[in-house]
C-alpha cells in the first residue's frame, strides 16, 4: 500500500524549482533534449500504457468489472480465464483494475487542474501585488501547510460522511493548492524584480499586461513540473482515502478501493491487492520519473548553448 | 537665458527605501531641471542616488521604497507625483521613456524583439498588430539594425549585446518621446559599442529633438555628448555645470576627485588618483558635508550642511570652500555671467 505519508507531502508542497533559466527552454528544444533520455522514454511508455488502459477500458477489459459468476469461482487465483484472479464476489480483477484506472487517473488529474488553477491565481496575485496582501497571503498558506493533509481530509469527510467522486475531487483539489500558491508566489515575485519587467512598465504596459505577457509565461516550466508531480501525488492521496474507506462511493471502485477490498484476504488471496498495489506503485513511481526528467531538462544547465 | 524652455523640473525630490538598518535616504532633496531638447549628464558611483532618481521621475519605485511627500516632478504643466495610475502609465513610453543598463536582461527572452517593440506602439496607441510590427520594424531600421525585418523575428539571445542595446533603444524612442531617460546605457558594453551606441542617442536626439537625462559613472560619456552635468554623491547633487565649466573648472572636492581618477591621454603616465574611503551607508548620511570625511581639503565649517551655493553662470556646488575663495578673492574671474 503506497501511503499517504508527510514525507509525500511535503515532497510536493515544499518543491522549489530552479531559478528560471535564460533563454528558457523551448517546447522544441525540449522534447530534443528528453527523447534521447531513455529513462524518461520508458517512464513515459508506462504512463502511456496506463492511461491507454483508462481511455479503452470498455474496450480492453476481458468482463464487466461489476459482473459477478457462479459462486463457485470466487477467490480464483490468476489462470488463463481470470488473469489477476477473482475477488470474493466472483468479479474478474483484472477488469477491476482497468476500471479503476479510470476511476484513479481522472479524480488525480481533475484534483491537480483544480489545485493548479486555485494555486496559481492565488499565488501570482500575492506574488505580484505584494505589500502587505502578499505578507497576508503568504502567512495564511505557511498556516495551511502546516495543517497536516490527511488530518485535514479526514476531519472534512468525517463531517459530510459519503461523497460523490465529483465532490472528492473537488475536496482533494482545494485542500492541495497550498503549496502550488507557495511555489507560483515566489516565482512571481522574483520575475517581478526582473529587468524586463521593470522595462515593460517603464515604457507605459498596464499591470495586467506586464503580468499576463511578461510574467505568466515564465511560470510554464515551474508549473509544468509541479503539475506532473502533483499527479502522482494526488493519486496517492485519492488511494489513502479509499483504503481507508473515505473514497469514492460503491460501486465505483478506484485502486485504493480495490485495495481496501481486497484487504482482509492478503494472507490466503494475495492477488487481490498486489495487482491494484502493482498498477498504483507503477503509475506513481512512472509519473515521478517523468517529472523528475522534466525538471532536469528545464534547468538552465541542460540546454544546448545558443 | 531666460527662454529656456524647462521641460521637466525635480523639485526636493526625496525618495527613501525602508530597511531592516533603518530608513535609507537613496534620493535626499535633489533638485534639478532638464530642458526641452538638452542633453543633461548625471554621474556619480555607484548607490549615489542616480538610479533612484531615474526611478523616481517615472515612479517606478516600489514598496519598501517610497518618494516623501513635499517632493514635485513638474514635467508638462502637471506634478507628476499627483498623477492617478492610468495617467502615469500614459506618461511613461509615451512622454518619458527609458532605456536601461543591460541590455541582456531587459529584453524579455521569450519574445521577438520585433515583438517587444511593438508592444510598446500597442500599449500607447489603437494600432492593429500589423501597423504595429510596422512601425517596430521602422524604428529597427532607424537605430541602425540591419535586415530589420529579419531581425524582428530573432528572440533576444539570438543578438549581440549592441544589437539588444538598439532594440532597448527602439522601444524606448518609438513613441518619440520628449525625455529619455538612459541609464548607463552603455555599462555593459565593449568600448567599441559603446561609442556607436552613443552616437546614435546623440544622432536621434538632434532628429526628434527630445531631451536626454543621461546618467553614468563614466565622465568620458559625459565629456563628449553632454550639455550640463550635475555631479550626485550620497544622494545629493553636490555639483552643477556645464560641461565646460565642470571640466575646466570643478569647483567640488569629490568632482575633482572624480575627474583625476580619470585616464587622459596627454598625461598617460602619470599614475591614476583615487578617492580614499568608500560613500558612507544611505541608512546614516552623516550631519554635515557628507563628502567630509574622504576629503583632503575639509575644514570646521564643513561639520554643517552646506548648500548648494551658485556660483553664477548656472554653477552651483555643495562646499563651503567656494565660499571662502570667493571672500578672499571676490574679483576671480569666475565664468562671464550669461544671464
Redesign the interface.
Known amino acids: 500500500m503506497a501511503d499517504v505519508t508527510p514525507a509525500s507531502v511535503a515532497a510536493f508542497a515544499d518543491y522549489a524549482p530552479p531559478v528560471t533559466s ?3 527552454a523551448q517546447p522544441a528544444t525540449l522534447w530534443k533534449t528528453l527523447r534521447r533520455d531513455r529513462t524518461f522514454r520508458s517512464a513515459l511508455a508506462v504512463l502511456g500504457v496506463i492511461v491507454g488502459a483508462a481511455i479503452f477500458a470498455p474496450l480492453l477489459a476481458p468482463y464487466d468489472p461489476a459482473a459477478q459468476f457462479d459462486l463457485t469461482t470466487r477467490l480464483q487465483a490468476p489462470s488463463a480465464a481470470h488473469w489477476f484472479g477473482t475477488d470474493p464476489v466472483t468479479r474478474d480483477v483484472l477488469s477491476r483494475v482497468v476500471f479503476g484506472a479510470r476511476i484513479s487517473l481522472t479524480i488525480a488529474f481533475l484534483a491537480v487542474a483544480l489545485s493548479l488553477t486555485i494555486g496559481t491565481v492565488v499565488g501570482a496575485a500575492a506574488g505580484f501585488v ?2 502587505s496582501f502578499d505578507a497576508f497571503v503568504a502567512r495564511s498558506i505557511d498556516a495551511l501547510l502546516s495543517i497536516p493533509r490527511v488530518l485535514l481530509l479526514l476531519s472534512v469527510l468525517s463531517l459530510w460522511g459519503e461523497l460523490s467522486t465529483r465532490a472528492l475531487v473537488v475536496l482533494i483539489g482545494t485542500t492541495g493548492w497550498f503549496g502550488v500558491a507557495r511555489l507560483v508566489r515566489g516565482e512571481v515575485a522574483a520575475l517581478r524584480q ?3 519587467v ?9 499591470g495586467m ?1 506586464v503580468l499576463v ?2 510574467v505568466v ?2 511560470l510554464a516550466s515551474p508549473i509544468l513540473v509541479a503539475a506532473t508531480l502533483g499527479v502522482g501525488h494526488m493519486i496517492v492521496v485519492e488511494a489513502g482515502l479509499s483504503f481507508l474507506g473515505f473514497g469514492v462511493p460503491q460501486p465505483d471502485a478506484s485502486w485504493g478501493s480495490i485495495i481496501r477490498d481486497g484487504r482482509e484476504f492478503m494472507q490466503t488471496a494475495w492477488w487481490l491487492t498486489a495487482f491494484p498495489g502493482l498498477a498504483l506503485v507503477l503509475t506513481v513511481l512512472a509519473v515521478n520519473v517523468v517529472s523528475d526528467r522534466l525538471r532536469a531538462a528545464l534547468s538552465p544547465r541542460q540546454l544546448p548553448a ?1 | 537665458m531666460n527662454e529656456r524652455n524647462t521641460l521637466l523640473a525635480v523639485e526636493n525630490l526625496r525618495t527613501s527605501y525602508r530597511t531592516t538598518h533603518g530608513t535609507a535616504r537613496a534620493v535626499d532633496n535633489v533638485s534639478f531641471n532638464i530642458d526641452a531638447g538638452e542633453i543633461l549628464g548625471i554621474v556619480g558611483e555607484s548607490g549615489c542616488g542616480k538610479t533612484a532618481t531615474a526611478l523616481s521621475v ?1 515612479r ?1 519605485i ?2 519598501p521604497g517610497r518618494i516623501e511627500a513635499g517632493s514635485h516632478l513638474w514635467f508638462e504643466g502637471h506634478d507628476l507625483l499627483t498623477l492617478d495610475e492610468e495617467a502615469i ?6 512622454r518619458i ?2 532605456v ?1 543598463q ?1 541590455p541582456m ?7 521577438t524583439v520585433g515583438d517587444q517593440v511593438a ?2 506602439v500597442r ?2 496607441t489603437s494600432a492593429t498588430r500589423r501597423e504595429a510590427w510596422a512601425r517596430a520594424v521602422a524604428m529597427l531600421d532607424r537605430v541602425g539594425i540591419p535586415e530589420p525585418a529579419i531581425r524582428a523575428r530573432s ?4 543578438l549581440s549585446g549592441g544589437l539588444r542595446q538598439r532594440v ?1 533603444i527602439a ?2 524612442l518609438v513613441m518619440r518621446p520628449a525625455l529619455l531617460i538612459a541609464d548607463e546605457p552603455t555599462t555593459a558594453l565593449d568600448v567599441t559599442i559603446q561609442a556607436q551606441i552613443l552616437e546614435l542617442l546623440q544622432e536621434l536626439q538632434r532628429e526628434m529633438g527630445m531631451a536626454v537625462m543621461l546618467i553614468t559613472h563614466d565622465l568620458g560619456v559625459v565629456a563628449e555628448v553632454a550639455q550640463r552635468v550635475i555631479v550626485m554623491y550620497a544622494g545629493q547633487v553636490v555639483e552643477e555645470a556645464g560641461v565646460q565649466d565642470l571640466f575646466s573648472s570643478p569647483r567640488h572636492p569629490y568632482t575633482r576627485g572624480l575627474l583625476r581618477a580619470m585616464p587622459r591621454a596627454r598625461r598617460a603616465a602619470e599614475r591614476l588618483q583615487t578617492i580614499p574611503g568608500t560613500v558612507p551607508s544611505p541608512t546614516a548620511w552623516p550631519a554635515g558635508c557628507r563628502f567630509r570625511d574622504r576629503c583632503a581639503d575639509a575644514f570646521e565649517p564643513c561639520g554643517n550642511p552646506p548648500d548648494l551655493f551658485d556660483l553664477g553662470g548656472g554653477h552651483r556646488a555643495r562646499c563651503f570652500l567656494t565660499q571662502v575663495t570667493a571672500a578672499t578673492a571676490p574679483t576671480e574671474p569666475s565664468m562671464p555671467s550669461r544671464i
Not at chain 1, 521593470?198 to 498596464?206: E, I
Not at chain 2, 502609465?89 to 509615451?94: D, E, F, I, K
Open positions: 535564460l533563454p528558457p505584494g505589500g526582473r529587468d524586463f521593470t522595462a515593460s512598465r517603464a515604457l507605459g504596459a498596464r499586461r505577457r511578461h509565461p515564465h545558443p | 517615472l517606478l516600489d514598496p502609465r500614459q506618461v511613461r513610453g509615451r521613456a527609458m536601461f543591460e536582461t531587459a529584453l524579455n527572452p521569450v519574445f508592444e510598446v500599449v500607447h528572440y533576444p539571445h539570438q532597448l522601444m524606448a
